[in-house]
């Protein structure tokens, strides 16, 4: 069973940053795809940006439009989300999810096995 817990949500005025972090139990974090989704109210949740085992990542190129980084630290089980010049339309509950049965990119919510609680993300204009 993994375990993820992620922090560094919070209210920012547009244009401003945040650096989500994901911290991941277990001994295998290197062998996961771990990716990045978000839901806003009243709309599914939707990929953001996936980092696979060998470092690999894939963007939502629309939304994001290189505005965000995603990263990982095997070292620390961690993987993370830099957020940039951020606008209203990226207010959303930010969730990491982890990935056991693939290791490249993956940017559908049924191939990931394992869900964080989520973090929420405030972007005032």
């Known amino acids: 069973q993994v375990q993820l817990v992620e922090s560094g949500g919070g209210l920012v005025q547009a244009g401003g940053s945040l650096r989500l972090s994901c911290a991941a139990s277990g001994r295998t974090f290197s062998t996961y795809a771990m990716g990045w989704f978000r839901q806003a109210p009243g709309k599914e949740r939707e990929f953001v940006a996936v980092i696979g085992c060998y470092g690999n990542s894939k963007y939502d190129t629309e939304s994001v439009k290189g505005r965000f980084t995603i990263s990982r630290d095997n070292a620390k089980n961690t993987v993370y989300l830099q957020m940039n010049s951020l606008n209203p339309e990226d207010t959303a509950v930010y969730y990491c999810?982890?990935?056991?049965?693939?290791?490249?990119?993956?940017?559908?919510?049924?191939?990931?096995?394992?869900w964080g609680q989520g973090t929420q993300v405030t972007v005032s204009s």
């Open positions: 999810a982890a990935s056991a049965r693939y290791c490249g990119s993956r940017v559908y919510t049924r191939d990931y096995e394992y």
